[in-house]
């Protein structure tokens, strides 16, 4: 089974500051045809989880362009570029390549 | 507008079974694999179940297997969790999602499942 780890846990950050959450999967999540099955969630409180980034780098509909996601293989990265208020909450990544499907520990994101 | 919307959760005794629907509108559900989340209380992601468009592949997390059982009807547009043997640490939220781009687009507002 593939495991994802993310780091750090927690992120206390400033609001107009950039933030930054690592995701590392045990084996990669490159496909032949040369996407990344790694996706990017976040969680706000009391809501379900939305869609950030999916195939490694793609933003999902409606979400800001502060939002970035790079990495290939078992490294990725989920960027902000600048934190707003209504940021926070748990940031998950998420392996679609083989099953089980596996998300991180998650990443709580928070007002510093 | 894409919706989901689960019903049929609730408070079961151990060993006990409930069926979890979710009903789908506003996009072609025939045209969707289809996935179960589940967050116990105060706990992060993990995934239940899949299910391709027609219902004749279907996969299942290990710690459901043999216990679990997911389906669909696309006529009724509508997805299902059957679970049965329940256990204490089944209790959890569930969620039903869509597939797109390989990933889940879009959640429901997900269903309470307590089993005491």
């Known amino acids: 089974d593939i495991v994802m780890t993310q780091s750090p846990l927690s992120l206390p950050v400033t609001p107009g500051e950039p933030a930054s959450i690592s995701c590392r999967s045990s084996q990669s999540l490159l496909h032949s045809n040369g996407n990344n099955y790694l996706h990017w969630y976040l969680q706000k409180p009391g809501q379900s989880p939305q869609l950030l980034i999916y195939?490694?780098?793609n933003r999902a509909s409606g979400v800001p362009d502060r939002f970035s996601g790079s990495g290939s293989g078992t490294d990725f990265t989920l960027k902000i570029s600048r934190v707003e208020p209504e940021d926070v909450g748990v940031y998950y990544c998420m392996q679609t390549l083989q099953p089980p499907i596996a998300f991180g520990q998650g990443t709580r994101l928070e007002n510093k | 507008e894409v919706q989901l919307v689960e019903s049929g959760g609730g408070l079961v005794q151990p060993g006990g079974s409930l069926r979890l629907s979710c009903a789908a509108s506003?996009?072609?559900?025939?045209?969707?694999?289809m996935r179960w989340f589940r967050q116990a209380p105060a706990k992060g992601l993990e995934w239940v179940a899949t299910?391709?468009?027609?219902?004749?592949?279907?996969y299942h997390a290990d710690s459901v297997k043999g216990r679990f059982t997911i389906s669909r009807d696309n006529a009724k547009r509508s997805l299902y969790l059957q679970m049965d043997s329940l256990r204490a640490e089944d209790t959890a939220l569930y969620y039903c999602a869509r597939v797109a781009q390989e990933a889940s687009d879009y959640w429901g507002q997900g269903i309470l499942v307590t089993v005491s």
């Open positions: 195939l490694g780098s």
């Open positions: 299910i391709n468009e027609d219902g004749g592949d279907k």
């Open positions: 506003g996009f072609s559900f025939s045209n969707h694999w």
